[in-house]
């Protein structure tokens, strides 16, 4: 403490500021470092642990947590009465630097908002200002999406990841595929040709639906899941099946095939469906129309 308070005097007597502000600043810099440090080793520990990601993660996440709150209790007991020496002083801020904290704040009790109400949590898959990912970390002051491409090309991730403000949250419509419910409703669009036997195509479509090993289950989750959400959602479905819609074109047929799906496994089960589509189409059971 004798070093860092001689070093405070040799710089407050060149600068003009009071030392003890600039001891107090050394201070709170090494509070800062020594729990850096801490997290690190700790996050090293973890990393060897004999437990799988998802728990990796979460432990963390929590001690991170834990340690950056007790850093800042320790610097606010730290500073005490200067506090409010400190907050006169900010306030000569000049008006560029005094937005820039003003985001700053609106970021930290966006998360404060973020992490009381929920929004969205770790795992979700969200859309917000035009970007769609996967949530995979929340700061007090940003979260962080691994973004997944457009429906047309399966929303499969693309790799890189997005910093997100907390303050989007409300000033952008935010989406939750994730919330409430884990499955969302998905179509796969088959065109027939218009002397096409219906009623045998919609039974193969529909046997094709439900011989799917991951839509099997669905229906009956969801129905668990609506049943939960009631209480607080006004949601409500008539049919919770897959099921098939017909639209008659000009030319030909659209059979539109619906069906609940998780939405990271949206893009294997429609491969899976078509695949099958293909197979019945080859066996002369379907009567697909190719478009000339």
Known sequence: MGYIQEFSNYIGEITGIDSEYIKLTILTILIFFIFGVIKSIIKKIYSNLPVNDKKKFFRNRKIRIILTAISFILVFLLWGEKLSGLITLISFISAGLTIAVREIIFNFFAGIYINIKKPFEIEDRIEINGTKGDVIRMNPLSFEVLEIGERVYGEQSTGRIIH????????????????????????????????????????????ILFDNETLKEIPKKMEDAVDEAILEYRIYYNNLDPIIYIKIERSHIEMYLRYLVHPKKARDVQNEIDERILEEYRNGKINLYIEE
């Open 164 to 207: 997100i403000p907390n303050s989007y949250i409300f000033t952008y419509t935010l989406k939750n595929y994730t919330k409430v419910f884990k499955y969302i409703w998905d179509e796969i669009k088959v065109d027939i040709t218009l002397d096409s036997d219906i009623r045998n195509t919609e039974e193969i479509l529909y046997e």
